[in-house]
């Protein structure tokens, strides 16, 4: 796993540069995660901060999930990802690099 910066053509599943929010990743099996902070929606008080999640298996990087830190918002998951056995684990690992992440 690498920095989100490395390559000249690393994007995320929108299409926006992989430095832009880059919070760090992770990885299980084949899949690697990247975790990017969307910022905050404006329009929400108090401020809720939006996440986006995806992962690569060697397709390129498809959104596995958004989510935001609002405690009582649920997860939004792919159809490719919803109801897997993994999306608790994903979620404790985004929420240890929300709380550490890996800007080195």
Known sequence: ??????GPY?????????VDGYL???QRGPAVFTL???GSQPAQSPRVIEYLLDVE???????????TDDPDDV??????WL????????????????DNPDTD
């Open 75 to 80: 997860a939004e998951w792919s159809p490719t």
């Open 57 to 67: 298996d060697g397709a390129g990087p498809r959104e596995c999930c958004r989510f």
């Open 1 to 6: 796993m690498g920095k989100a910066d490395e």
């Open 83 to 98: 109801g897997d056995p993994w999306c608790g684990w994903i979620l404790e690992r985004c929420n240890a690099l929300i």
């Open 36 to 38: 990017y902070s969307l």
């Open 24 to 26: 760090g990743d992770f």
């Open 10 to 18: 690393n994007l995320r599943s929108d299409g926006k540069p992989g």
